[in-house]
């Protein structure tokens, strides 16, 4: 394998692994997301082949939405979870676990918004080639 190739041709695994949608090298988040306080830290363009992570101002407001699904999808697994396999416990049960879930899971929530906003609606695609001249792509 040529080092000129990057290392996950797939962009449904180079979201998973928040990676840049153009390149699929560059690392959209410069921080871990055990980082509490820096989870959110994206550069402005890929470190890789420097293509925009924020396309327009106020690009990420969508992925307010996405994350709104992602914890409504949150919300229904673990309401059905305890109710099936913790045979409908009390209320406040449902609460705390759906509350610490909901805590624990927003620095990937957060990230995976962002990162599925920007592969729908960044405007790029994956460009394999994305090295050579303009002129010279495909
Ligand atoms: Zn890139």
Redesign the pocket.
């Known amino acids: 394998m040529s080092t000129d190739q990057p290392l996950i041709e797939s962009s449904s695994l180079a979201l998973l692994a928040l990676?840049?949608?153009?390149?699929?090298?560059?690392r959209l988040f410069t921080d871990p997301a055990s980082s509490l306080t820096r989870f959110t830290n994206m550069p402005a363009?890929?470190?890789?082949?420097?293509?925009s992570f924020e396309p327009e101002p106020g690009f990420y407001f969508g992925a307010m939405y996405v994350s709104f699904g992602f914890a409504v999808g949150i919300f229904l697994a673990v309401g059905i979870a305890l109710y099936f396999l913790a045979g409908d416990p009390d209320t406040w049960v449902y609460v705390v676990v759906v509350a610490a879930l909901t805590l624990v899971s927003t620095p990937l929530v957060f990230r995976y918004s962002r990162a599925l906003m920007l592969y729908l609606f960044g405007g790029t695609g994956y460009q394999p080639d994305?090295r050579l001249p303009r002129a010279r792509r495909r």
Not at 45 to 51: A, E, I, K, R, Y
């Open positions: 990676r840049c949608p153009r390149c699929h090298e560059g363009q890929c470190p890789v082949c420097g293509q994305w």
